[in-house]
């Protein structure tokens, strides 16, 4: 399956880039850049710099759009570090970023009817991209983001990607014809520990030592903002292996739609009165399955890195 990702690249979107490069079942031919964890520019050079540390530099990045009005949150800076990255200092990259994020993801869905998009940050891209209707008709899309059996992480109702671009996350789910909405209702049962980052950094590589000093980071983020979860939620890369085998989550077709306005804005809610596309929600996660697939891949393409 060939697959773009869209990464605002934070500590969990960095687990997703590295799931899909090691999976033998995907051919990643692109990622698309938006902001959220970081700045946009922020996060493409992390994705390049994150590209050649594991072996493919090949890979193009192209940056997206980003609101004028974004500011990296103080929450955000201490979950991901200022750099995004677990303050992990990787090497300024030796290759730039390519063109438009839009144009990519437009003219990726016009050539290639296998191809699976990956969202992990606001749906501001690839709102924009849904102008095309050949686009919002046959993109086959599987998001990280939402809540809808579960409270926000950013406010009770909301979750973070949404709560950037509501109105992005609406139009996704009113125009778009394929998508799987992978939300903290599952994400939050996928969790890493330091039993987990303790096998990376035995490594010794420094693939292994990148991944584990990012984790680490982020598993002490976690024990100060949610103290309850014992780990820290796989988010970002869950999306990726749900992309990758389908079967690890069951879902609920529903009709979404996203608050806009109001008290509830940023709340992701089935709404059974709309007409319109149905998207798969997902509600139940095969967490042993997920955990053990996430160990062994990301684990093989540290030992080589």
């Given at each position: 399956m060939?697959?773009?990702?869209?990464?605002?690249?934070?500590?969990?979107?960095?687990?997703?880039?590295?799931?899909?490069?090691?999976?033998?079942?995907?051919?990643?031919?692109?990622?698309?850049?938006?902001?959220?964890?970081?700045?946009?520019?922020?996060?493409?050079?992390?994705?390049?710099?994150?590209?050649?540390?594991?072996?493919r530099p090949d890979v193009p990045v192209y940056p997206g759009p980003q609101r004028e009005d974004f500011e990296v949150a103080e929450i955000s800076a201490f979950i991901h570090g200022a750099n995004g990255l677990g303050e992990v200092e990787l090497p300024a990259p030796a290759t730039g970023p390519a063109g438009s994020a839009v144009e990519l993801l437009i003219d990726a869905v016009h050539t290639h009817p296998d191809l699976v998009i990956v969202p992990t940050g606001p749906s501001t891209t690839i709102a924009a991209a849904l102008d095309d209707d050949h686009f919002a008709e046959h993109a086959r899309i599987v998001m990280m983001g939402g809540a809808l059996t579960v409270p926000g992480n950013v406010r009770p109702w909301a979750e973070a990607n949404v709560w950037q671009d509501p109105e992005a996350t609406n139009e996704v789910f009113r125009r778009a014809r394929h998508v799987t909405m992978i939300g903290l209702d599952v994400t939050l049962k996928t969790l890493l520990t330091r039993t987990e980052t303790a096998q990376w950094r035995a490594l010794g590589t420094p693939g292994g030592t990148m991944l584990a000093d990012a984790a680490d980071h982020y598993i002490g983020a976690y024990a100060t903002t949610s103290p309850h979860l014992g780990g820290c939620g796989l988010h970002d890369p869950l999306a990726v292996a749900v992309a990758v085998d389908p079967s690890l989550v069951e879902c609920l077709a529903l009709p979404m739609q996203v608050d806009v306005a109001g008290e509830t804005r940023g709340r992701t809610i089935g709404d059974l009165s709309r007409q319109g596309p149905l998207v798969n929600v997902a509600v139940g996660v095969d967490v042993a399955k997920f955990l053990g697939e996430f160990m062994t891949r990301l684990t093989r393409l540290a030992a080589n890195t």
């Open positions: 060939k697959l773009i990702l869209d990464l605002d690249t934070g500590i969990d979107d960095a687990f997703a880039l590295a799931y899909a490069l090691a999976s033998p079942e995907v051919e990643l031919i692109g990622v698309t850049g938006t902001y959220g964890n970081v700045t946009v520019a922020d996060g493409v050079r992390n994705t390049l710099a994150l590209l050649e540390l594991f072996g």
